[in-house]
């Protein structure tokens, strides 16, 4: 134990007895040292290669055949192109090239490595590689050289990807270039970056360093290095109540205030997968069952048929058509290898889990897709997709709100919606690097909805061709603003506090006070779901930017039948779904083509036309149809409001009907004081009380959210939360007789039965705006 640092093994060993989650397998004290440099680094090596090149697949069977002798011809060219000079390596790719020219280096020591290349085990290949690395490294990652630019490049993205591919052709990098990557990842990624948990060494972030701290531990046999790898991880796992990392309600914040799942999140879950497994069985073994816990807690809720939905997206929404559902791949995949560390009952339901989808992305196939993505996912992918004994999990039906993040996800059969929401934590969007500098209103309340047959409704070139002031479900001034307004990395949250809502896991009441994004434009939106519809509240709509304010119904990616009923309040798109539009001002509709890419965004006619010029997307031009429908509240309107239903998946004859049963859905109250409505064919009465009052039999003390759901079999639940996570004590009557208590709650400090239900909550401001519910016995 004398070549360890006693520092960094007592903080290994106090997290382990802490959390009783990081493992050093061989238990204390560690092995000697000259057993852990021959033994487990020779170990960390092998299981490297196997982990991230690629394993457990028939280099001889197809498509790994045709795809390995693919990757070898390409490596043969790297080889033979190879021309180290003072200001590239490759002619065609001049410094710095972060990321091109070290990831032909690691492909070529891929090629290396892996079977069916054609060049497995061939010297000279890895012989370039060492000299491409080595002159890499001197020429732009030299120990003594200036950090320019994006830190990212310097810490994470070049070492990590340097260090892969010395550490994948083993002693053909020499003694002294060994040594000369090291002091330079040294130089780049001191020890000090892993000491504060803070800044950009958090969430995502701390996990890829830690990853090339351990690269740099395997490269040079380190084992002091190898404890700070693990022992740095630590800060990742605890839930936090604020700032980056996962929340108790599956949400996960990075850059401070940016729900990222789908993109920090993705890569942290990958780097921990990959670290469990290299990991497993050596010195340094590491699992925590709150990573276990976030796959069906954090992930799962945010993919569906495959595809990882853009609220969880960030500023990375338009990298890539169909970027999604790479995005979805890449989760599963980090499930499935997470599942070789995971418990048997765990690996069983992810497998299901991870079936299904694939079967059900029918827009870009998971399998087939995966044949270019990563050979070792694949061959996971392969043997579930080809097991009869593996059940595929279905879509789960209910709803999940992580109220941290001002999200909220709610599934039917045969349709899902996402709602995006800001707040005084949540930034309405991130630009960042330039990009998705026109996401200003993706958190002004975002409904995206999926109907079936529709998985590429957002994935198609949506972000580059969509009216980035007509995002579906949002209330918007339309005052024009500059490409990247407000600050960049999510510094963007407006003040409002109450934004979230109550669930019972079926249905939800949702609600949020929103702040226009560099406007003077408020409004109150609430938004409630159930079985097959949406119904949508908007109050107290204001501004005073001199420009019109719209609530856009939606902005469907489409060019298919629209049939629009203005006297009977009701539109339909075929083949997508109705919305019923009653007591409101006039449905406006527009159908265009708009385009982007080399040429400027095709603007709507009117007032609405011109922008911040044209957004470019590549060299060849993008142009998609699309529908909307919106409402216009006139210009600097002062108490403007709206009420409509979204009818995913309905028919024409559904949609036609739903709006003729005017009883179908009551509208209880609809102002800046309160918003709520009442189903009675579902027992349903929700009502989110912006302040204290009374509606629909409900009284509140306070503000909250409140949603009752009488079960027809003589019980009924009421749900409650404090979307401000300001509250005391809470006190909620019900005007409805009630005999018992059958479930009670934790928080309640009182209750009242008889001919009224009176309730008395605790604390729930720390309950992170979740939803608490107590059941009873009807009088």
């Not at 990081?22 to 057993?35: F, Y």
């Not at 990807?161 to 990557?181: C, F, K, R």
Request: hydrophobic share 40%.
């Amino acid at each position: 134990m004398d070549r360890y640092s006693r520092r960094l093994f007592l903080q290994l060993g106090g997290v382990a007895a802490a959390a009783g989650a990081l493992i050093p397998a061989a238990g204390a004290p560690i092995q000697g040292t000259d057993d852990v440099r021959t033994d487990s680094f020779s170990s960390l090596r092998r299981r490297w290669s196997e982990v991230t090149a690629g394993s457990g697949f028939d280099a001889a069977a197809e498509p790994y055949r045709t795809r390995l002798a693919r990757l070898g011809t390409t490596a043969a060219g790297y080889r033979d192109t190879m021309a180290p000079a003072g200001a590239s390596l490759w002619p065609d790719l001049a410094f710095p090239s972060f990321v091109a020219t070290p990831k032909r280096l690691l492909s070529m020591a891929r090629a290396y490595v892996l079977p069916g290349t054609g060049l497995t085990g061939d010297a000279k290949l890895a012989h370039a590689v060492a000299t491409g690395v080595d002159h890499y490294r001197r020429q732009v990652y030299a120990a003594d050289a200036d950090q320019v630019g994006n830190w990212w490049h310097w810490q994470i993205g070049v070492p990590k990807t340097l260090l892969d591919a010395a550490v994948l052709i083993g002693s053909h990098l020499t003694g002294p270039q060994s040594e000369a990557l090291r002091d330079a990842v040294d130089h780049f990624v001191p020890e000090c970056r892993l000491d504060d948990y803070s800044g950009t060494s958090t969430g995502a972030n701390r996990v890829d360093l830690c990853v090339v701290t351990l690269l740099r531990a395997i490269l040079t046999s380190d084992p002091r290095k190898a404890v700070l790898a693990v022992s740095a991880l630590s800060p990742v796992f605890p839930y936090v109540s604020e700032g980056d990392g996962f929340y108790r309600d599956g949400s996960f914040i990075q850059h401070t205030s940016i729900p990222y799942q789908g993109a920090y999140g993705a890569s942290l879950l990958s780097g921990l997968a990959t670290l469990f497994a290299v990991l497993r069985g050596s010195p340094w073994e590491i699992r925590h069952q709150n990573i276990y816990d976030m796959v069906e807690r954090s992930f799962a809720p945010f993919v569906h048929d495959g595809f990882c939905m853009d609220l969880v997206r960030g500023r990375g929404v338009g990298r890539q058509p169909y970027g999604d559902h790479r995005r979805g791949r890449e989760i599963a995949s980090s499930i499935l290898l997470l599942g070789d560390t995971a418990s048997a009952a765990e690996r069983a339901r992810w497998k299901g889990m991870v079936k299904g989808w694939a079967l059900r992305d029918t827009c870009e196939p998971m399998l087939k897709a995966a044949e270019g993505d990563d050979l070792a996912f694949h061959a996971r992918l392969a043997a579930i997709m080809d097991d009869d004994a593996i059940p595929a999990a279905d879509e789960p039906v209910g709803h999940r709100l992580p109220a941290m993040g001002a999200r909220a996800v709610h599934r039917r059969p045969g349709w899902c919606a996402g709602l995006s929401m800001a707040s005084y934590r949540i930034g309405h969007y991130e630009h960042g690097n330039g990009e998705n500098l026109r996401g200003w209103h993706t958190g002004s309340g975002m409904l995206y909805w999926w109907a079936e047959g529709h998985g590429d409704q957002y994935s198609d070139s949506f972000w580059p061709t969509v009216d980035p002031y007509r995002l579906p479900g949002t209330t918007v001034s339309t005052r024009r603003l500059a490409d990247g307004a407000g600050e960049a990395w999510g510094d963007t949250c407006p003040p409002a506090r109450w934004v979230g809502g109550a669930t019972d896991g079926m249905y939800a009441t949702v609600g949020q006070h929103l702040n226009g994004f560099e406007s003077t434009m408020e409004a109150f939106k609430s938004w409630f779901f159930l079985d097959d519809a949406v119904v949508c509240l908007g109050a107290a709509i204001s501004g005073r930017d001199g420009v019109p304010v719209e609530t856009i119904v939606d902005n469907r990616r489409t060019d298919a039948l629209l049939t629009v009923d203005h006297e009977a309040g009701w539109a339909h798109i075929e083949g997508h779904g109705g919305y019923v539009v009653p007591a409101c001002p006039r449905l406006n509709v527009l159908r265009e083509k708009r385009t982007a890419g080399s040429a400027a965004v095709t603007q709507s006619s009117g007032p609405l036309t011109g922008g911040s010029g044209p957004v470019t997307r590549g060299p060849d031009p993008v142009t998609r149809a699309y529908t909307t429908l919106w409402l216009d509240h006139g210009v600097d309107p002062r108490s403007a409001g709206y009420v409509y239903l979204l009818l995913p998946g309905a028919s024409l004859a559904e949609t036609r009907a739903r709006a003729a049963d005017l009883g179908w859905a009551r509208v209880l109250v609809n102002t800046g004081r309160r918003q709520g409505v009442q189903v009675p064919s579902l027992g349903i009465t929700a009502v989110n009380f912006w302040n204290d009052g009374a509606a629909g039999g409900l009284t509140a003390s306070a503000p909250c959210a409140v949603l009752v759901r009488e079960k027809g079999d003589g019980t009924a639940t009421l749900t409650v939360s404090d979307p401000r996570r300001d509250l005391s004590a809470l006190t909620v009557t019900w005007n409805r007789p009630v005999t018992e208590i059958l479930h009670g709650h934790p928080l309640l400090t009182s209750t009242t039965t008889g001919t009224n239900l009176t309730l008395t909550f605790g604390r729930l401001s720390d309950r992170g705006g979740g939803s608490q519910t107590v059941t009873v016995r009807l009088g």
